[in-house]
């Protein structure tokens, strides 16, 4: 069954579309009343979601092959004000819709507003035509809408980050200090295992402090990847009350969580640059290379972040399997041990990991005094930029049913 739109016209009166259709049959068969028929489908325009099925109309007579046949319908709307897409298709009673099957159909976009319906455009087009539109128009917003986000909910991510780094401790005797407290304890104990008892050494430097030195400057960014990537998958239902009573920018809580886990590891860097300056009296001018590794470091996570917690929502067990991964993805990178150590064979592998090259670039920059590498940076530049773009592209598309699962 094949139909061809000759004419197709919608008009609204009160709470009601009238639909008109003239067919063509070009099949190589006679459609037959009883068998086929016209019908229509709400979907929701924002979300796409299915809504609800109207009653189909039949044809009165045989069409023979090149015939035509008109068709008029009357489609009820809801008095809940809205907007509304209407799929207005020819049905074949053995093979379904035809617009599912790729087949041509009428589109009504439609809103009901003050208990009146209004048609707000038409047109004959197919599914393919429709996700073609929908990518050309939905590219430039891929690159836009992260960064608009941001800017604009910039003072809610920065009271919302300050919230959340005072609440972890508020009561604690420490209380905030507990930000610095942290991490400190956290390298110390590393420290201990892989320096003191391990006796693991860098390079040409056999001293303690130079394995201090190295160890801390690799944990710096896995100090703030690894606080930021492990909450994300339970960020949607620690704020599920966002979720399902207010109009609140959901993409800003992976944003709070990046920017608090930063906050971190600025305070152990600073402990750090301290340290340096107390060991081998000076901070190299190559440090001002950090700001070209912390930027694609940021929209690395951030992109991480986003992808896991939109996933999180669906899937409750995934905060579980991402500490395992965390701690694997700590284990097979070069911070508590030398890359030197490493068999060729496996270096080949673990170099195309990103937290590699970013510890590595730390080092460069802090210890060695000298530029990180610029052909793993501008890759890792690359990788961040993407992840960034596709983990923002993930939660937008998915944000709109977490209501439904949390």
């Given at each position: 069954?094949?139909?061809?739109?000759?004419?197709?016209?919608?008009?609204a009166?009160?709470?009601?579309?009238?639909?008109?259709?003239?067919?063509?049959?070009?099949?190589?068969?006679?459609?037959?009343?009883?068998?086929?028929?016209?019908?229509?489908?709400?979907?929701?325009?924002?979300s796409?979601?299915?809504?609800?099925?109207?009653?189909?109309?039949?044809?009165t007579?045989?069409?023979?092959?090149?015939?035509?046949?008109?068709?008029?319908?009357?489609?009820?709307?809801?008095p809940?004000?809205?907007?509304?897409?209407?799929?207005?298709?020819?049905?074949?009673?053995?093979?379904?819709?035809?617009y599912?099957?790729?087949?041509?159909?009428?589109?009504?976009?439609?809103?009901?507003?003050?208990?009146?319906?209004?048609?707000?455009?038409?047109e004959?087009t197919?599914?393919?035509?429709?996700?073609?539109?929908?990518w050309?128009?939905?590219l430039?917003?891929?690159?836009?809408?992260?960064?608009?986000?941001?800017?604009r909910?910039?003072?809610?991510i920065?009271?919302?980050?300050?919230?959340?780094?005072?609440?972890?401790?508020?009561?604690?005797?420490?209380?905030?200090?507990?930000?610095?407290?942290?991490?400190?304890?956290?390298?110390?104990?590393?420290?201990?295992?892989?320096?003191?008892?391990?006796r693991?050494?860098?390079?040409?430097?056999n001293?303690?402090y130079?394995?201090?030195?190295?160890?801390?400057?690799?944990?710096?960014?896995?100090?703030?990847?690894?606080?930021?990537?492990?909450?994300?998958?339970?960020?949607?239902?620690?704020?599920?009350?966002?979720?399902k009573?207010l109009?609140?920018?959901?993409?800003?809580?992976?944003?709070?969580?990046t920017?608090?886990?930063?906050?971190?590891?600025?305070?152990?860097?600073?402990?750090?640059?301290?340290?340096?300056?107390?060991?081998?009296?000076a901070?190299?001018?190559?440090?001002?290379?950090?700001?070209?590794?912390?930027?694609?470091?940021?929209?690395?996570?951030?992109?991480?972040?986003?992808?896991?917690?939109?996933?999180?929502?669906?899937?409750?067990?995934?905060?579980?399997?991402?500490?395992?991964?965390?701690?694997?993805?700590f284990?097979?990178?070069?911070?508590?041990?030398?890359?030197?150590?490493?068999?060729?064979?496996?270096?080949?592998?673990?170099?195309?990991?990103?937290?590699?090259?970013?510890?590595?670039?730390?080092?460069a920059?802090?210890?060695?005094?000298?530029?990180?590498?610029?052909?793993?940076?501008w890759?890792?530049w690359?990788?961040?930029?993407?992840?960034?773009?596709?983990?923002?592209?993930?939660?937008?598309?998915?944000?709109?049913?977490?209501?439904?699962?949390?």
């Amino acid at each position: 069954m094949k139909a061809a739109f000759e004419d197709a016209q919608a008009e609204a009166a009160g709470r009601t579309v009238s639909v008109r259709l003239v067919l063509q049959n070009r099949s190589r068969e006679t459609w037959l009343p009883g068998s086929f028929f016209v019908g229509w489908q709400f979907f929701d325009p924002e979300s796409e979601r299915f809504l609800l099925e109207g009653e189909w109309t039949g044809i009165t007579q045989p069409v023979t092959p090149g015939g035509q046949t008109m068709v008029t319908l009357s489609i009820p709307f809801s008095p809940e004000p809205g907007g509304y897409r209407v799929f207005v298709s020819p049905i074949d009673r053995p093979d379904g819709w035809a617009y599912a099957r790729g087949e041509r159909f009428f589109l009504i976009d439609a809103e009901v507003k003050d208990g009146e319906a209004r048609v707000l455009s038409s047109e004959i087009t197919t599914r393919r035509e429709m996700r073609r539109r929908g990518w050309r128009k939905a590219l430039p917003k891929i690159f836009v809408n992260p960064l608009e986000s941001i800017w604009r909910n910039r003072r809610l991510i920065q009271s919302m980050a300050q919230r959340d780094i005072l609440a972890r401790y508020r009561g604690s005797l420490g209380d905030a200090f507990w930000t610095v407290l942290n991490p400190l304890l956290l390298m110390a104990t590393y420290y201990f295992v892989f320096g003191v008892v391990l006796r693991t050494r860098f390079g040409a430097d056999n001293s303690r402090y130079g394995y201090v030195l190295y160890f801390l400057a690799g944990m710096l960014p896995w100090l703030a990847i690894n606080e930021a990537v492990g909450r994300a998958p339970n960020v949607i239902a620690e704020h599920r009350n966002f979720v399902k009573k207010l109009v609140f920018p959901l993409e800003t809580l992976s944003v709070t969580q990046t920017l608090a886990a930063l906050v971190t590891e600025c305070f152990a860097t600073l402990v750090f640059l301290v340290g340096l300056l107390l060991i081998r009296h000076a901070i190299p001018a190559t440090a001002f290379w950090l700001l070209a590794v912390i930027v694609p470091q940021i929209l690395l996570t951030l992109g991480l972040c986003w992808f896991l917690a939109a996933l999180g929502a669906y899937v409750r067990d995934l905060g579980q399997v991402i500490g395992f991964v965390l701690t694997l993805w700590f284990f097979t990178t070069p911070i508590c041990y030398p890359v030197a150590s490493l068999p060729a064979s496996a270096l080949v592998i673990l170099k195309k990991n990103p937290l590699f090259v970013i510890v590595e670039a730390y080092r460069a920059a802090l210890l060695e005094g000298r530029a990180p590498d610029f052909g793993p940076l501008w890759k890792l530049w690359v990788l961040s930029i993407v992840i960034f773009l596709i983990g923002h592209a993930w939660f937008y598309k998915l944000r709109k049913s977490f209501a439904d699962v949390i």
